[in-house]
C-alpha cells in the first residue's frame, strides 16, 4: 500500500493560491462597507470653524444653556431668559454618528425662547444636536447629545 505524497512545488502552489484567495476576499470585503463622513464638505467646514468657536463661547457667556429636552414626542428647545420677548433665526442639526442616513436639519423661528419638533422624523438612537441661532448680529453655538425616544 503507498501513500501519494505532495511534492514541493504543489504545497507552493496551494499556499500561494489560498494567499490569493485571501487577498481578493479582503478587497471584496473592503469594497462592500459604507465609510461616511462626518460632513461631504468637510474642508471649506474646517476652514469656517473659528466662527463656531467664537460662536460656542458667545453662548457661553449666557446666563443658562439652552435647556433640550422631550415631552410627547417632541423635542422641546428652551432658551435662556436673554431671548424671552425676541424672535431669533435658528437651524437645528440632528447628526447621528451611526450613520448620516439619520441625519435630518430644521430651520426655524423662535418666538418667546421655546420651539419645539416633532420627534416623528428621528430614529430612537443617539443624536448630538447642533443647534446654532443668531441674535443681534450675533452668533450663538452649542452642542447636546440627546437620546431619543419616539
Not at 40 to 59: F, P, R, S, W
Amino acid at each position: 500500500m503507498t501513500t501519494a505524497r505532495i511534492s514541493w512545488g504543489t504545497k507552493i502552489t496551494f499556499l500561494y493560491l489560498g494567499f490569493v484567495i485571501l487577498i481578493v476576499t479582503l478587497v471584496w470585503k473592503s469594497m462592500k462597507q459604507d465609510f461616511d463622513l462626518v460632513s461631504n464638505d468637510y474642508y471649506n467646514e474646517e476652514l469656517a470653524y473659528q466662527q463656531v468657536i467664537n460662536a460656542g463661547k458667545n453662548q457661553a457667556l449666557l446666563s443658562a444653556p439652552v435647556i433640550i429636552g422631550q415631552d410627547k414626542g417632541r423635542i422641546v428647545f428652551d432658551f435662556p431668559a436673554e431671548f424671552e420677548k425676541v424672535t431669533l433665526k435658528a437651524s437645528v442639526h440632528f447628526y447621528c454618528q451611526a450613520t448620516t442616513k439619520w441625519d435630518k436639519t430644521y430651520d426655524f423661528e423662535i418666538v418667546d425662547g421655546q420651539y419645539s419638533i416633532a420627534a416623528t422624523g428621528l430614529q430612537p438612537t443617539y443624536y448630538v444636536i447642533k443647534l446654532k441661532w443668531e441674535h443681534n448680529g450675533k452668533q450663538y453655538y452649542q452642542e447636546t447629545p440627546i437620546k431619543v425616544n419616539t
